[in-house]
């Protein structure tokens, strides 16, 4: 289900590295070995005639997956690719992907499917999954054919971007779930509350006399598909969550024995809509937008009592000249691969333990191994500074686009190295003086 080039297998030793996995219940500074791109062993003191680093005074974390990404391919490579959005993802510390079928064509046919994935294995850099459309073309009208779907690969069905606005869709698809499998993952989003909206509607977009998206337009649609899914048993996947309200309805799903999950991103942890007036930047223009302090804190609020399952960037690249427009007319998205750890962690929000653990969550939820420091398992690992402090944008990207939301910012947490799938897919770049 995942596809990525070949990468040699690492033989390496971490020494001295302060090792946390929340999972496997490590948290103290050991020696970890890899060989032929296994975790060969961990402890202290160990000797290996190789390469060597040295993690004296760096954290060594499981690798993250990110659940939620837009590599714009095929059909938008002028915004990002399959090798420079992968490269993108290995540089912020991500060891797996799961790519948006929103594309141009939309991923909703086996033959579409089936050459990405062959794409994947020739230039992605990490491992990448690719969901498949719920609808045709994103109409919302007609199902795709979902087990051949599922038979070519996909992990699941979205139509991201977009919401199933037809309950009687939605339903239909969950009731052919049951014979496909793969997780259904929504946007969600009433057009009719939304309308053109461009921001958050509130004090602030009044104060700027823009359009605003009002938060029960995310919220109400989530009620009505969790109440969709309890009553056909099935199992849903909401993606980036952004208002009280929402984390709300999912508390309440989730109460009541639904299967539903959920994610949410690093700007709507970090960022509210009170940005926009000390600068009108669209690249802090996404959909679902930023809103207000109260739905930040709502949704930290949700990662630590556990209604909010994981953390994913919705990483969405654009060309420049189409973030340099009015802020009424600029597309809506932001990058985030490169920043997601250094952001949450720099806004000191979350115990790093959480971090670290919500990072990798959404493996599990796309039916993927979770990323575990263990002998024996696959070396999916990154390596961290956390005393690093880097300005965003200072020395570029790895990805094709620029329109991060926290360019500008300095951040710290700067990742060193990234070892997916047990091959070394990073490491930093360095300046050597003469």
Known sequence: MLDHRPTAPADVLIRGAHVLDPRTGLDARLDVLI???????????????????DGTGKHLFPGFVDPHVHLRVPGQEHKEDLE????????????AVVAMPNTTPTVDSAPVLRSLRDAARREARVPVGFMASVTLGLDGDALTEMAELRDAGALGFTDDGKPVYRAGILRKALQYQKLAGGIIALHEEDPTLSGKGVMHEGEVSARLGLTGIPSISESTLIARDAAIAGYEGGRIHIQHLS?????????????????ITCE???????????????????????????????????????????????????????????????????PMGTTGLETAFAAVYTADVLPLALVVEK???????????????????????????????????????ESRSENCCFAGRRLRGKVLTT??????????RKLSVV
């Open 35 to 53: 060989r032929g791109g296994e975790i060969a062993e961990i402890g202290s003191g160990l000797q290996f005639d190789g390469d060597v680093v």
């Open 84 to 95: 420079s959005g992968t490269r993108s993802a290995a540089a912020g510390g991500f060891v």
């Open 243 to 259: 208002a009280r309200e929402s984390v709300e309805a999912i508390a309440d799903a989730k109460a009541r024995g639904v299967r």
């Open 264 to 330: 949410a991103s690093p700007h709507h942890l970090t960022l509210t809509d009170a940005e926009l007036l000390r600068r009108l930047d669209t690249r802090l223009k996404m959909n679902p937008p930023l809103r207000t302090e109260d739905d930040r804190q709502a949704l930290i609020e949700g990662l630590k009592s556990g209604v909010i399952d994981c953390i994913a960037t919705d990483h969405a690249p654009h060309a420049r000249e189409e973030k340099e427009v009015p802020f009424e007319e600029a």
């Open 359 to 397: 990072l990798s969550a959404g493996a599990e939820l796309m039916g993927l191994p979770t990323p575990r420091i263990e002998v024996g398992r696959p070396a999916d690992v990154v390596l961290i500074d956390l005393e690093a402090e880097w300005e965003v944008g200072e020395a570029g990207y």
């Open 419 to 428: 070892i997916a799938a047990g091959g070394i897919v990073y490491r930093e």
